[in-house]
């Protein structure tokens, strides 16, 4: 299985989303995951040349975002994150009102087999009002329970956790080592692997340093290879200030 991973910077236009389904490393994923998309711009999706191949689609947002952010193009809409999927179809897993903010589980089951599934936590998380990785802890402890009951072992987490990581500071890798045991703990087993050692994926325009801020987390999925995205191609090319991440993935292990 090939999931990819991008936050897109301010919309998922035509131009963004053939780049990524047409790209070398990125394209022909069984299931991407967006975030920064404006809800109409996820509603233009529909008429795309690649719509009946990925025809399970979900976008998520919470109303927060629009008029706090900048709107490119003058659109109206909100910013969200969207699950797209050829092969998978796409369920909320908690139905009610999402507690934690971008934090949000999904119930992801193959359309041709439905004991193939697992749950995918979307991730972009926001400094208000908790801060960045709080409403991590908080969502992992609220739900982990509920993956239990409903006999949900496999669990992947992934999107932008705004870390804000700089590898070449000691002490930013002593933070990153005490969140990730945390993540560990309370996710009983969630862990990043060492194929996304000292990977750099978003750089912040005020100081133009790269940070660690895109990751995937797996419990009881094999990762077989990780793909980061090339910076001259995605964010010195304009396309966003975030690259794009792969992972091919064993569900069977």
């Given at each position: 299985?090939?999931?990819?991973s991008?936050?897109c910077?301010?919309?998922?236009?035509?131009?963004k989303?053939?780049?990524i389904?047409?790209?070398?490393?990125?394209?022909?994923?069984?299931?991407?995951?967006?975030?920064?998309?404006?809800?109409?711009?996820?509603?233009?999706?529909?008429?795309?040349?690649?719509?009946?191949?990925y025809?399970?689609?979900?976008?998520?947002?919470?109303?927060?975002?629009?008029?706090?952010?900048?709107?490119?193009?003058?659109?109206?809409?909100?910013?969200?994150?969207?699950?797209?999927?050829?092969?998978?179809?796409?369920?909320r897993f908690?139905?009610?009102?999402?507690?934690?903010?971008?934090?949000?589980?999904?119930?992801?089951?193959?359309?041709?087999?439905?004991?193939?599934?697992?749950i995918?936590?979307?991730?972009?998380?926001?400094?208000?009002?908790?801060?960045?990785?709080?409403?991590?802890?908080?969502?992992?402890?609220?739900?982990?329970?509920?993956?239990?009951?409903?006999?949900?072992?496999?669990?992947?987490?992934?999107?932008?956790?705004n870390?804000?990581?700089d590898?070449?500071?000691?002490?930013?890798?002593?933070?990153?080592?005490?969140?990730?045991?945390?993540?560990?703990?309370?996710?009983k087993?969630?862990?990043?692997?060492?194929?996304?050692?000292?990977?750099e994926?978003?750089?912040?325009?005020?100081?133009?340093?790269?940070?660690?801020n895109d990751?995937i987390?797996?419990?009881?999925?094999?990762?077989?290879?990780?793909?980061?995205?090339?910076?001259?191609?995605?964010?010195?090319?304009?396309?966003?200030?975030?690259?794009?991440?792969?992972?091919?993935?064993?569900?069977?292990?």
């Amino acid at each position: 299985m090939k999931i990819v991973s991008w936050n897109c910077h301010y919309g998922l236009d035509k131009n963004k989303f053939k780049k990524i389904v047409n790209h070398k490393d990125f394209g022909n994923a069984n299931v991407y995951a967006f975030q920064e998309v404006l809800e109409n711009e996820f509603t233009d999706i529909a008429d795309f040349d690649e719509k009946n191949v990925y025809k399970y689609r979900h976008w998520y947002g919470d109303h927060k975002e629009y008029g706090n952010c900048h709107i490119p193009r003058g659109a109206e809409g909100d910013l969200g994150i969207v699950l797209m999927s050829k092969d998978y179809k796409i369920q909320r897993f908690d139905q009610g009102l999402i507690k934690f903010r971008y934090v949000v589980p999904y119930l992801m089951t193959n359309k041709s087999d439905t004991k193939d599934k697992f749950i995918l936590i979307h991730v972009w998380t926001k400094g208000q009002p908790d801060g960045y990785i709080k409403p991590i802890y908080d969502a992992l402890e609220f739900y982990n329970e509920q993956f239990e009951l409903n006999d949900m072992k496999k669990v992947l987490m992934l999107g932008d956790f705004n870390f804000g990581i700089d590898f070449k500071n000691n002490q930013h890798r002593k933070i990153l080592t005490e969140i990730e045991e945390k993540i560990k703990g309370i996710g009983k087993g969630l862990i990043r692997s060492e194929k996304f050692s000292n990977s750099e994926t978003f750089k912040y325009a005020r100081n133009g340093n790269f940070y660690f801020n895109d990751c995937i987390y797996t419990k009881d999925i094999n990762v077989k290879n990780i793909v980061i995205g090339n910076k001259n191609d995605w964010i010195d090319s304009n396309m966003s200030d975030h690259c794009p991440i792969m992972a091919e993935l064993a569900l069977n292990n």
